[in-house]
């Protein structure tokens, strides 16, 4: 399973962007895809995630009615759609897949997901 996440950038504080995940392999209904963040000297913290199976999600209260998770399973892509961004949300955007059954007790905990893409860097300027 490849993963590989796109779309980060610089932005002014209450700009959009649109990050995209596309993986490769075996990505079954059984997975879950989440977004993870990491700011400098910070732990990583989950964003947001979708079920690949029935398209159920789940956000951080930092992000509820801001950001919005989306998938396109004939892309094999996921995306997370960011608004109103503000400079607490400047990090490392990473996506990562985990098994639904696995994920489901904590879905947005970065020990859940095995698979990991490299980074896209997220700048929010005030």
């Known amino acids: 399973v490849q993963l590989q996440a796109s779309g980060g950038g610089l932005v002014q504080s209450g700009g959009s962007l649109k990050l995209s995940c596309t993986t490769s392999g075996f990505v079954s209904d059984y997975y879950v895809i989440g977004w993870f963040r990491q700011a400098p000297g910070m732990q990583r913290e989950g964003v947001s995630c979708i079920a690949n199976s029935d398209g159920s999600t789940a956000y951080a209260d930092s992000v509820k009615g801001r950001f919005t998770i989306s998938r396109d399973p004939a892309k094999n892509t996921v995306y997370l759609q960011m608004n109103s961004l503000k400079p607490e949300d400047t990090a490392v955007y990473y996506c990562?897949?985990?098994?639904?059954?696995?994920?489901?007790?904590?879905?947005?905990?970065?020990?859940?997901?095995?698979?990991w893409g490299q980074g896209t860097l997220v700048t929010v300027s005030s």
């Open positions: 990562a897949a985990g098994l639904r059954a696995e994920v489901a007790a904590t879905p947005l905990a970065t020990i859940r997901y095995k698979y």
